[in-house]
T-cell receptor, first 111, second 110 residues
Framework: SQTIHQWPATLVQPVGSPLSLECTVE??????LYWYRQAAGRGLQLLFY??????ISSEVPQNLSASRPQDRQFILSSKKLLLSDSGFYLC??????????FGEGSWLTVV | RKEVEQDPGPFNVPEGATVAFNCTYS??????FFWYRQDCRKEPKLLMS???SGNEDGRFTAQLNRASQYISLLIRDSKLSDSATYLC???????????FGKGTSLLVTP
């Protein structure tokens, strides 16, 4: 069966520090991969999606970036965090049928 | 107009009650529809897909009305464990992104 894991689960970072969130999918090949953010009181916002290795599409201009160095690995990064980057970050994958499955999420607080 | 709109609630209902949520979407060419459930500080989890003819899964019934561009979720015999936020999700017919509503909060009380 397919599984998705992301880490770290929780982190507190100072403004201006770098960020790296990692996500790995197992049990499927060539999945579509996504990074979403859910800010307090807001809906899910798509940040990036990838349909293959090295193929990244950005939905929202910001100081975040994403990379897909391997088929099952998706990384979200930032060189300098802003206070507004705080939120709940969710990695997800989808296969045939358009159904999307989320990782456990990463809570980021920028202080 | 937002892609997907839901009444945020909260809906406070007693155990055993029947409760219904609606969701409207703006893109008439949307092709796939889902309901997700999100518990506090957890990731959203698929509750059920919504099919054109309507579908049922135990106490949960989903309906799609393409003409009026809305989907609904009916929960019968509510349980305390049904307390959560329910997200309406719509997949447009182009692109890879799914559009999420902000969610409807349900609180089932004893």
């Amino acid at each position: 069966s397919q599984t998705i894991h992301q880490w770290p689960a929780t982190l507190v970072q100072p403004v201006g520090s770098p960020l790296s969130l990692e996500c790995t999918v197992e049990g499927t090949s060539n999945p579509n991969l996504y990074w979403y953010r859910q800010a307090a009181g807001r809906g899910l916002q798509l940040l990036f999606y990838s349909v293959g290795i090295g193929q990244i599409s950005s939905e929202v201009p910001q100081n975040l970036s994403a990379s897909r160095p391997q088929d099952r690995q998706f990384i979200l990064s930032s060189k300098k965090l802003l206070l507004s980057d705080s939120g709940f970050y969710l990695c997800a994958w989808s296969g045939p049928g358009n159904t999307i499955y989320f990782g456990e999420g990463s809570w980021l607080t920028v202080v | 107009r937002k892609e997907v709109e839901q009444d945020p609630g909260p809906f406070n209902v007693p155990e055993g009650a029947t409760v219904a949520f609606n969701c409207t979407y703006s893109n008439s060419a949307s092709q796939s529809f889902f309901w997700y459930r999100q518990d506090c500080r957890k990731e959203p989890k698929l509750l059920m897909s919504v099919y054109s003819s309507g579908n049922e899964d135990g106490r949960f019934t989903a309906q799609l009305n393409r003409a009026s561009q809305y989907i609904s979720l009916l929960i019968r015999d509510s349980k305390l464990s049904d307390s959560a936020t329910y997200l309406c999700v719509v997949k447009p017919n182009s692109g890879y992104a799914l559009n999420f509503g902000k969610g409807t909060s349900l609180l089932v009380t004893p």
